[in-house]
């Protein structure tokens, strides 16, 4: 493994969707600290404020270079509230200034280990843990989940943390083996003090270590060769700043706190396909109806930030190949950048045959390899790791993946455990049935900002004069004109087409990308209940909203005790048109997680995602001018 050979790109080349530097980061604190003063001021976001899309167009046009704007999201610590600031770095002055009285910020990465020092200090919970045996508290850890809305007496206006608590046996020891069940101490975060001891009686802490890490495990296998991916010429894509060019895409490559990995302005071939593509929310919600369990309902994306939790990826274990890294700027509570060594790996890889026919007639075999680009970033929310990929192909085609690995959050059995709602992957130990729900915020540009959609199902002709052996069966186009909701229909093989509204192949039909669901997951939560009100989104496979540059996430802005009143639900009310529009895209897919034996004590890799495939944009097969290649790399294994 090695690292691309990078003296050829053109790495200072600025771009206006660039995120943030460090400079910038701490620019942007310095005058919003100035403006606010006190030194107990805290900082939730620093991040890019995207320019206005015309002014970027203009500026790729050769017009003028668009301000650079911060957005500050800032708040105190004992105060209810968030205050958010748009600060320009251009000319260095605060531009708007906002107060969401009833807001609360993200759980910050650094208050998490002030959490659990506090709940450790606390006399209720050691003297809980005395009950249940455990008289080393070092060897206790305890994990801050977001608390929703839950109209519980005694939290009203407060920001809180519903903690879940384990145990290890020993330093290193896996602790998610040992839960401690029925204890989950509550945590007021602005007075960082504990409000309450949640008991539900003491049940024996699962003894048994089932460890992953290498030092436990007594003997490894000894049967796996290596396999290198080499190129020998280096790579085929070239950066320029933040911009990478592979083939005919052109993709600039963002980051920022919230949702991390961010991809802006992906064209190909010069012709423009979306102008920003990124995983704008998820949800995991648990379904175990118990006390101390109802409320595991947490938003990673908006209630923890996947960018803030970016991991450093490691050469030749998280990324295989000849690699690119870009590091990412990430604002630390205090207001200075925090710079994330190796966020985004970058590279290629090979995907089999991209096309083949042999024709029988003549004995003649045309075969193309085909290869895709890989744009990823791995973040750790607490147990679990989410891994992003997005995949960009010869052909046009455009797919994310998303690996859900880590280890499952796991409860103690107890003599009332109804283990309809999870499964024991160890004596003592259940892993409860969940979902992960992602949506994917897709602003389109298809050939164009100016868009249209269809809806499309398959339709079975009913037998008679015009479908007398009842074969018929054909595609119904219904154009979608007007915000709305949709859901996936299986037995329609229903799809959407994303088309420009001025642009046409040479068949006179309009340019267009397809979106199909391949892993939309049905919701169970009930939409009037606590977590179901608040997550109003994951009741539609697809939403179409009309463009406006706050509606930047799917359940709003500020997620931490929000009622569910804000959100893409609202663009389906207000039902403006979207055709000929400037139209994103939100589609929400997932995962379905009936937890199995096989997913512990480290769970490997499951995933889901979507594909968005050319569906006439190109007037025929893009890759006709691939060359016939063979690898004479390759070789025959040994007999």
Known sequence: MNIADTTAFNTKVSHPLDPLSASEIEKAARLVRGHMGGADLRFETIELK?????????????GETPKRTARVNTFRPGKIGVWRFIVSLTDGAISREEHFPEARPMIMLEEFMQIEDTVKAHPDFIEACRKRGIEDLDLVCVDPWSAGNFDVEGEEGKHLAHTFCWVRMRPDDNLYAHPIEGLNPVVDIKKMEVIRVDDYGAVPVPEMEVNYDAQFIDEMREDLRPIDVVQPEGVTFTMEGRTIKWHDWSILIGFNGREGLTLHDIRYADRPVLYRASIAEMVVPYGAPDAQHARKNVFD????????????????????GVIHYLDAEIPGIEGTSETIRNAICIHEEDTGILWKHWDFRTDKTEVRRGRRLVISSISTVGNYEYASYWYFYLDGKIEFEMKATGIINTVGKTPETDMRF????APGVIGQIHQHLFVARLDLSIDGDENQVFECN???????????????????????????GRTIAPEKQRYWKFASSDKTNYMGKPTAYKLEPSHAVTPFNNPEGPSGARMPFIYN?????????????????????SDGSQGVHKAAERGNSIDGKDVVAWHVFGLHHNVRLEDFPVQPVISCGFMLMPNGFFDMNPCL??????????CCAAE
């Open 50 to 62: 995207e320019p206005e899309k015309g002014s970027v167009r203009a500026w790729q046009q050769g």
């Open 301 to 320: 994306i908006g209630e923890y930030g996947l960018g803030k939790l970016a991991n450093s990826l490691e050469l030749g274990c998280d990324c295989l």
């Open 422 to 425: 999870g499964t024991e992957v």
């Open 458 to 484: 398959t339709q079975a002709l009913p037998m008679g004069p015009d479908n007398p052996y009842g074969n018929a069966f054909f595609v119904e186009e219904t154009k979608l004109d007007k915000e709305c």
């Open 541 to 561: 496979h697809l939403w179409l909203s009309e463009y406006h540059a706050d509606e930047r996430f799917p359940a709003g802005d500020f997620m931490n005790h």
């Open 625 to 634: 001018d691939l060359p016939a290649e063979k690898n004479e790399a390759s």
